[in-house]
């Protein structure tokens, strides 16, 4: 048994499928009064690698991006706040913001400086 710590490091760093750490994370809710995890830029970039490599197809990454957006139990790397909000964003939506292709995955990896 994972506990919700466990589980939302498991969902940022892709180390189990997202649907199971979603499917894991239901019994705790996504209301948090306070975050039980940190997303860095090396996540994200950890991620954009996966999906470079050919490890992880665009639905993939945006199925994970999905699943973190709008936790209230998952915090941002301090000073990032913002730039992190925005990639999550943006990964999550790609019809509305940045198609998920090699050249943009590439760009926003960049654009994080990590």
Do not use: C
Not at 1 to 17: N, V
Not at 43 to 59: A, D, F, P, R
Request: aromatic content about 6%; charged content about 20%.
């Amino acid at each position: 048994m994972f506990s919700r710590e466990a589980l939302l490091t498991h969902l940022i760093e892709a180390t189990i499928p997202t649907q199971i750490a979603e499917e894991k994370l239901k019994k705790f809710g996504w209301d948090a009064n306070a975050a039980k995890a940190v997303l860095t830029r090396m996540n994200i970039t950890h991620v954009l690698s996966l999906y470079l490599e050919g490890k992880m197809t665009g639905t993939q990454l945006e199925s994970w991006a999905n699943a973190i957006e709008g936790r209230d139990d998952i915090g941002f790397e301090a000073g990032y706040e913002s730039v992190l909000s925005e990639a999550i964003h943006q990964l999550a939506n790609p019809l509305l913001t940045l198609a998920i292709t090699t050249e943009n995955m590439r760009d926003l990896a960049a654009h994080l400086g990590v």
